[in-house]
């Protein structure tokens, strides 16, 4: 089972493994930069082939195409 849960949040959502072939996770920073703007980056992490018994905190964001699970993380 994969538990997926959401910034600000206490809960966490269930998504079956068997409906998931791998897992793309994004990591997306955002930072301060001069005169009061802010500059977002964003990092592919990578991917988990198989994935089984996951929990994923911090989430901003997630879907599901074509049984792969792209989940967009921020800090």
């Given at each position: 089972m994969i538990l997926i849960q959401k910034r600000y949040r206490d809960d966490a959502e269930e998504i079956n493994e068997k409906d998931i072939d791998r897992v793309k996770i994004q990591l997306t920073i955002t930072r301060k930069v001069c005169c009061g703007g802010r500059e977002k980056k964003s990092y592919d992490i990578g991917w988990i082939e198989n994935p089984k018994d996951m929990k994923l905190s911090?989430?901003?964001?997630y879907k599901i195409t074509d049984r792969v699970l792209e989940v967009m993380i921020e800090p």
């Amino acid at each position: 089972m994969i538990l997926i849960q959401k910034r600000y949040r206490d809960d966490a959502e269930e998504i079956n493994e068997k409906d998931i072939d791998r897992v793309k996770i994004q990591l997306t920073i955002t930072r301060k930069v001069c005169c009061g703007g802010r500059e977002k980056k964003s990092y592919d992490i990578g991917w988990i082939e198989n994935p089984k018994d996951m929990k994923l905190s911090t989430v901003k964001e997630y879907k599901i195409t074509d049984r792969v699970l792209e989940v967009m993380i921020e800090p």
